[in-house]
């Protein structure tokens, strides 16, 4: 963690990095390791009709129709049922590094707010699918920068604009840490691949972790003044 010491309230503040949120996220995750491990096999499950229509199109004859009907049916099942599946997972996670307790149903959760689940997770990709064709450098960073979506219609249940407005702020100055902890990650599932295959659930276990003590961290820390950036009351509720 960074140091920093904060002139305004006059309080030594900690700011995340990388290395530290996976260290962090190690600890949580093994007070309930075999639970978290089911939900990310059940994820993996639910991401498995994907690699079926995948394969289908590959051994497909060719044929215009064909093609287009698995890239139609694989896009609509990726955002119809696994992105909203993932925000559950999101706030499963979330709840554990907080110390909370939780239940393996609450994955089912982002099916509650499913239409904002979907809209946000087109939306993300839209815009950092822009700014890939823009160079690729600007999709990185959008894809950066917008990475506490999910984390922020879950949580503090905002709508869909709010939440990317909000993460756009709450991630202003760790950059660096968000593409040094996407390049950790993408090292441990490899390592996981390279462990016969079953390292990859431990693997994306601590990855999820990782990213829900950023979260966490960045929420503290930021929220209050990103919700200011954009104009947004906070509610006294929420505050405490």
């Known amino acids: 963690m960074k140091?920093?010491?904060?002139?305004?309230?006059?309080?030594?503040k900690v700011y995340p990095t990388a290395s530290a949120c996976f260290e962090t996220a190690f600890s949580f995750m093994k007070k309930h390791f075999w639970m978290l491990i089911l939900i990310v096999f059940v994820g993996a499950a639910v991401d498995t009709p994907m690699w079926f229509i995948q394969q289908?199109?590959?051994?497909?004859?060719?044929?215009?129709?064909?093609?287009?009907?698995?890239?139609?049916?694989?896009?609509?099942?990726y955002f119809a049922i696994a992105s909203v599946y993932s925000y559950g997972v999101v706030y499963v996670f979330l709840k554990a590094v907080r110390k909370e307790n939780f239940i393996f149903e609450e994955t089912l959760l982002g099916f509650k707010t499913y239409t904002r689940a979907v809209l946000s997770r087109i939306?993300?990709?839209?815009?950092?699918?822009?700014?890939?064709?823009?160079?690729?450098?600007?999709?990185?960073?959008?894809?950066?920068?917008?990475i506490f979506v999910p984390y922020l219609i879950m949580d503090k249940k905002h709508g869909v604009v709010e939440s990317l407005k909000i993460s756009y702020y709450m991630t202003k100055g760790y950059f660096w840490t968000i593409?040094?902890?996407?390049?950790?990650?993408?090292?441990?599932?490899?390592?996981?691949?390279?462990?016969?295959?079953?390292?990859?659930?431990?693997?994306?276990?601590?990855?999820?972790?990782?990213?829900a003590v950023f979260y966490?961290?960045?929420?503290?820390?930021?929220?209050?003044?990103?919700?200011?950036?954009?104009?947004?009351?906070?509610?006294?509720?929420?505050?405490?």
């Open 3 to 12: 140091y920093d010491y904060c002139k305004d309230d006059m309080i030594l």
């Open 216 to 240: 966490n961290a960045a929420e503290d820390l930021h929220y209050e003044d990103a919700c200011k950036q954009i104009g947004l009351v906070i509610e006294e509720e929420e505050k405490s």
């Open 56 to 77: 289908g199109k590959f051994e497909s004859d060719g044929l215009n129709f064909t093609f287009h009907s698995f890239e139609l049916i694989q896009t609509l099942y």
């Open 123 to 146: 939306l993300v990709m839209l815009i950092v699918g822009v700014g890939i064709i823009l160079l690729i450098v600007p999709g990185i960073f959008l894809a950066c920068r917008l």
């Open 179 to 211: 593409l040094g902890m996407g390049l950790l990650s993408f090292v441990f599932i490899i390592l996981g691949l390279v462990f016969f295959g079953v390292g990859i659930l431990v693997a994306l276990v601590w990855i999820n972790a990782a990213f």
